[in-house]
């Protein structure tokens, strides 16, 4: 279900108008925000990927699966263009293009994931699973780039 | 039962203390005490004083002006009396101050009755206790 | 005792100014009480004065009242100088301009 | 026999009745973020609500009279307002939070989205506080409320490496990912969420509302020393669960539907039952505790009658207060407030609104004049003081610690 509600998000505009609708001209704090970003993006694919495996073992029921799943593409989505709005301090940075990429592969795979629960197709269950997964690799190893400045500065 | 101690202390032992009716039934707090002189100068307690007539002047201030102000501008009559119940009545003070009387019979209960008469018992079931 | 608006609330004397011989010491804070004999009556008795203000209603007063250890320290040390004056050394009892009442005691 | 019942019902009740949607959430959250770096939080938070739910059962079986009339009594009608006022504002949020968290359980149960189910849950729970009889609510609720043990089952089923967890309980440290101001916020978190001021509220005033008198008391204790405990011990399962499941995969909790899913990994379907019928228990029963605490704290300072003992049109303004409550509590649902949020909040205003409930029971457990031979003993003053300092401290540094991590992020 959608919690966003319009005095939250009236709210969550005033702060960003605030603070963030400007371009970043702090690094430091658009690393910060990046890096919080792409963690929290694993946090969800992590969600959806327990669900998805216990849907497939049978160890849930699909209106509950059903639920949780489509939160967390709900959460996942708010998470992204959240992001979105915000403008890099450097233009030429990859890393906003880069925590982009990989958050919008991650929507695209959750909601495979969701639509396949939904039809209750096993076999597109089971590819989305491995999408899951292949993009869950992807955001570790972006949140390890990331984190380390050599391999910011490696790009 | 417990009766009227010998001694009492009026803020540590009557002063916002629930007042309880023949039945047991809660009346109201003690917001004040009626305190009448008589003819040798003694200061006797003449009635508990109950309700915003009563707690406003005690709380003093803009909110207890306040307070005053909005319980003269809902009574009818010119000049307001608060709740009232007559010392005479009370027969009991522990944990809370005993009456003699029943609550209904104490003409104190303007807002108790108003919700009682427009809300509550227009809807199913006001009249039984709770009993599944 | 003159002077006394009539009829009084207990809310007039609670906090009310105890003067002796033009020099303040302290409020009121507390009223005691007695019955009448046999009959259910009640009538002022004494006066509590105190220099602190708050706490009277908390109980430190009384014996009857016990700790915890902290809190009790804590009370009876700010209600140390609280005296009970009895009510025949009340001489007036009057309210003053902008709210509140001074009780003044006799001249000993 | 039938004493033994009465006995082995209460404590039942007490274990199912002492979680709330506050424990579920807080205990989930911060097992996935802190593992059992702050169980010892639980523990002082559990042993902190049975030293004052004692003591406020006793002075309600003793002197008949509940909290929010001692509050008015001891601290006065200014402070005591200011007093009402927090709390009411406390137990409100808690019980949108409740509200909100039966909805959440059957839309997980249903699939069908939450909004639609709430005006039909504070439809349902103004019906309890209306007509239910008040020992018949607490039965049911608690005893199904006992459905969480899942959590306990699954722990086990997870087959975790107890003597780490052990020692990882025993040595609290903040971990690495985290800041200490962090770790505090959510140490106050927790706290609030053991002891928050309605369970006091409801627990005294249910013991007038059940006629306890002095010869009530070792069953009451027994309730509470039993219970409450053993409902901790499933808050910590809930936290302990969370962690091997949830923290592991780097998942931060924020919905209920991931609270539920470290039990759908250890047990699957028939774990997921029991999970839902918990949640639904809990937060339906706390639902109704908050609802009534609201009434029963508004019309303790007014000397209003209250109570589900006497007939709705006898208590008009207390029902009135609830009806209220409940009106107001769907539809702030209804604009789209996050319940998991709202439930976040709460527990932190918990422990802001605390010391002032809990200074006048302490103050009232030792007065001879009520309590007679019931006055506090020893290691309840002593124990009741220092859970005074410990609520001080939590109340303050609250609010600083809530500004200062942005509410925990």
Partial sequence: MRWTAPGVGAIALALLL??????????????????????TVASYVATAQLTASAVRDG??????????????????????STYGLVEPPDERSPMRAQVLDVSRRAEDSVFSTLTAVRRGDTAALDASIDRLTAVDADLSSLA???????GRRGE | MTGIPRTLEAKLQLLDHQVIDVHGEMVCMVDDLELRPDRRGHLHVTAILTGPGALGPRWGGRFGSWITAVWRRLREDADPVPGRIAWNVVTGVDSGIRLNCARADLAIEGLETWTAAHIVTRIPGAGHESDA | MSQTPDPLRLSDLLGARVVEESSTLGTVVDVRLERISTSDEIVVTALRSSTARYGTSLGYGRKQQRGPWIISRLLRRLHRDDRWIPWTAVDTISEVAGGGCVVTLTNR | ????????????????????????????????????????????????????????????AVSGRATFSLVRQRLGPRLGFVN??????????????????????????SSINAYLWIPVVGLLVWIVLWRVKFDIMENVFGLAGLALVV?????????????????????PSVPATEGTPTYLYYAVAL??????????????????????????????????????PLGGLISLAIAATSMLVLGSSGIDVESLGQVALPVVVALGKVGLIFALVGFFAATFGAACETGLSVGYSISQYFGWQWGKFVAPRRAARFHVVMLIATIMAVGVLLTTADPIKVTEYSVV??????????????????DTRYMGAHVNGRLANVLGSFYLVVILIASLAAIPLMVLTKAGQ
């Avoid at chain 1, 160890?59 to 992204?80: G, I, K, Y």
């Avoid at chain 4, 009402?84 to 509200?99: D, M, N, P, Q, R």
């Fill in chain 4, 84 to 109: 009402l006022c927090g709390s009411v504002a406390v137990t409100a949020l808690t019980y949108i939070a409740e509200i909100g968290g039966v909805a959440l359980a059957l839309e997980l149960a």
């Fill in chain 4, 191 to 228: 706290f609030g969420a053991a002891m928050t001021p309605y369970e006091v509220f409801f627990f005294s005033s249910g013991g007038i509302e059940e006629k306890w008198t002095a010869k009530d008391i070792p069953v009451m204790r027994s309730n509470v020393f039993v219970g409450f």
């Fill in chain 1, 144 to 150: 390890t780039r990331l984190e380390d400045p050599s």
């Fill in chain 4, 1 to 60: 026999m039938k004493k033994m019942f009465a006995l082995a019902l209460g404590i039942l009740t007490a274990i199912g009745g002492f979680v709330d949607i506050g424990d579920l959430v807080t205990n989930a959250v911060v097992g996935s973020r802190f593992g059992l770096s702050l169980a010892w939080v639980v523990v002082l938070g559990v042993v902190g609500i049975c030293v004052f739910a004692e003591m406020s059962g006793r002075v309600a």
């Fill in chain 4, 349 to 366: 205003f918990s422990a802001v609104a605390l010391p002032l409930t809990y200074l006048p029971i302490l103050v009232v457990a030792n």
């Fill in chain 1, 18 to 39: 605030c603070s963030c609708a400007a371009p970043r001209d702090d690094p430091e704090a658009y690393l910060g925000d990046s890096l919080s970003t792409v963690e």
């Fill in chain 1, 59 to 80: 160890r849930v029921f699909v209106p509950s699966a059903n639920v949780v799943l489509s939160e967390t593409m709900q959460s996942l989505s708010d998470t992204v």
């Fill in chain 4, 151 to 171: 959590f306990g089952v699954s722990l086990w089923a997870l087959k975790p490496d107890f003597a780490s967890l052990a020692t990882q309980a025993l040595h």
